[in-house]
């Protein structure tokens, strides 16, 4: 899903109109066959405290310490349990924030 749906957002051109219809299609089932099968996808907002139970840490920006500066990938959860962490950005802990101390530093 993720390479498809970024496959798709890169499509721009009127050229890529026709093959975009497609992959819309290809994206649209494929979701509702996730959810048919029990899986639910979900999305987690900017801004939101960064959450290692259902969120993974994909990339890293400058911005403020322990929230989510932006989020790159949906995550999935399937019978109340996390299968596959949202994929977000946070502040990169190596820039000297003092919030930071001990072993959260040698990340």
């Known amino acids: 899903m993720d390479s498809l749906r970024e496959m798709r957002d890169r499509m721009t051109s009127q ?8 992959v819309d299609a290809i ?6 066959m996730l959810h048919v099968l ?4 979900f999305n987690v907002g ?4 960064f959450d290692p139970v259902c969120m993974e840490c994909v990339g890293y ?14 995550g999935y959860c399937a019978g109340g349990k996390i299968v596959r ?8 802990p190596r820039c000297g924030d003092s919030a930071l101390t001990g072993s959260a530093t040698d990340l």
């Open 15 to 22: 050229k890529d109109a026709r093959l975009r219809c497609q």
């Open 27 to 32: 994206v649209d089932r494929t979701a509702m």
């Open 38 to 41: 029990g899986f639910e996808e």
């Open 46 to 49: 900017e801004g939101k405290a």
């Open 61 to 74: 920006a400058e911005g403020k310490s322990g929230v989510v500066l932006k989020a790159r990938r949906p």
């Open 85 to 92: 962490p949202a994929g977000v950005v946070i502040a990169n």
